[in-house]
C-alpha cells in the first residue's frame, strides 16, 4: 500500500545531539526499506537500506532498526550536524511489485 | 555510479498547456523508472511505473490521459502533464532502477512545474 503524508512532523535537536527519527510503514508484505534524505528542492538522496530478514543495520553515523512486529522503523543518527537539516523519508519496497512507497516523511532540523 | 539526469529543473506553462519533462538515464541503462509527485510539506507520491518498449502501469487514482508516459529508449522516459491546471502545480520526480544505484534506485533531482 501507500502511505500519504498530509504534514511533515518537525524534529529539532541540537548540533551534536543523536536523532532518531521514526517512520510506519502500510505493507506487513515489505521486504526492503530504504531512508532517504531530501534536502529543499532536491530529489531523495540514499542514506541507508535494511532487508526484512535483518533488525538492524549501521551505517557511518547512522542506525536504522526494524521492527517488523509492529511494521516500524527508525533512523538514529549520532552526533547530528547542521548539514544533517533535511526532511527524512522512509520507503519500502515489496519485491514482486519492484517499487517503492514513501511515508510521510519528517523534518530534521538541527540548531547550531 | 549511476547517474538520472531530470530536464527542466523547473518550468512555468499557462494554464490548458502540456509540458513535457525528461528523465534520462546518463550512464547506464534503464528498463524500469518511477515517476513521482510530490506537493509542498508532503512525501512523494509514486504516479507510474515506466517501462521500456510498453506502456507504463498507472497507480490507483492517477489519470493516464493526463499523465502521458513514454518510455520509447534505455535511457529516456517522459512524463508530459496534458492539459495543466493550477492543481498539476508540483514537483515530479523520476527514479530509475539501477543495480548500481545506491539502494538499487537512482533518483533525478526533479522539476518544479507551476501553471499560471
Known sequence: GESVGLHLPTLSVQEGDNSIINCAYSNSASDYFI?????????PQFIIDIRSNMDKRQGQRVTVLLNKTVKHLSLQIAATQPGDSAVYFCAENMNNFNKFYFGSGTKLN??? | GAVVSQHPSRVICKSGTSVKIECR????????MFWYRQFPKQS????????????????QGVEKDKFLINHASLTLSTLTVTSAHPEDSSFYICSAKSIRGLGGYTFGSGTRLTVV
Open chain 1, 35 to 43: 531512508w532517504y534524505k531530501q534536502e529543499s528542492g532536491k530529489g
Open chain 1, 110 to 112: 538541527v540548531k547550531p
Open chain 2, 25 to 32: 538515464s546518463l550512464d547506464f541503462q534503464a528498463t524500469t
Open chain 2, 44 to 59: 512523494l507520491m509514486l504516479m507510474a511505473t515506466s517501462n521500456e518498449g510498453s506502456k507504463a502501469t498507472y497507480e
